[in-house]
Every structure is written in structure tokens, then in C-alpha cells.
């Protein structure tokens, strides 16, 4: 994010309410409410997952396509099997997301 406010999580899309990689969140930014993809977390994670300095997210639309063109933040492996589970189960297309990313850790 290059200036502004972080944005605020309202709410987390799954049965504890508390956030995992691939959870989709919904976020405030400059006062609007946007979905999006935690990608990178600080809390401790499953075994083979990295913990990151910060906490990222990608902007989704309703179908699971991102809202924007480049994803400049690494993006874990492990995302790649949780993304095409959801993809599969839910209907939302979520390869675009991986497609558009650079880099993997």
C-alpha cells in the first residue's frame, strides 16, 4: 500500500471468525467496504506456511476475480491448493488471483 490508512478488518467469512491464509475478509478502505484474500499473515500458522512482517491482503470483486492488474507481495504455495479447493466448492474463480501474482514463497 503505497499511502493512506491500512485498511480495517470487519468481518471474516468463516465459522471461528478468526482470519487464515486464503480466508476471505471483508475490509474497509476510505470508507468504502471491499472484499478481499488474506495472503500473508503475522500470526504463528500451520506447519510449511511462512509468517510475514505484515499483514496482506488482495482486493477481490464478487466472483472472486482481483481488482487489480499486479500483486507485488510473495505469495505463499500452500495458497495455491487452498485457492482451487474454494475454486472447485464454491464457484468463485479464484486462478485469476494466482495467475496475476509474481512471486511465490
Known amino acids: 500500500m503505497a499511502e493512506g490508512k491500512p485498511p480495517k478488518c470487519i468481518h471474516v467469512y468463516n465459522k471461528p471468525g478468526i482470519?487464515?491464509?486464503?480466508?476471505?475478509?471483508?475490509?474497509a478502505i476510505k470508507g468504502e467496504k471491499k472484499k478481499a484474500?488474506?495472503?500473508?499473515?503475522?500470526q504463528?500458522?500451520?506447519a510449511k506456511v511462512p509468517k510475514f512482517d505484515s499483514n496482506n491482503i488482495v482486493l477481490i470483486d464478487d466472483n472472486?476475480?482481483?481488482?487489480?492488474?499486479?500483486?507485488?507481495?510473495?505469495?505463499?504455495?500452500i495458497l495455491r491448493t487452498i485457492l482451487k479447493?474454494?475454486?472447485?466448492?464454491?464457484g468463485a474463480d479464484y486462478t485469476k488471483l494466482l495467475g496475476i501474482a509474481t512471486r511465490f514463497v
Open 37 to 42: 484474500i488474506l495472503v500473508g499473515l503475522k
Open 44 to 46: 504463528k500458522q500451520k
Open 19 to 27: 482470519g487464515k491464509i486464503g480466508d476471505k475478509v471483508l475490509v
Open 85 to 90: 479447493e474454494r475454486t472447485q466448492a464454491k
Open 64 to 77: 472472486g476475480s482481483p481488482l487489480g492488474t499486479r500483486i507485488h507481495t510473495p505469495i505463499p504455495t
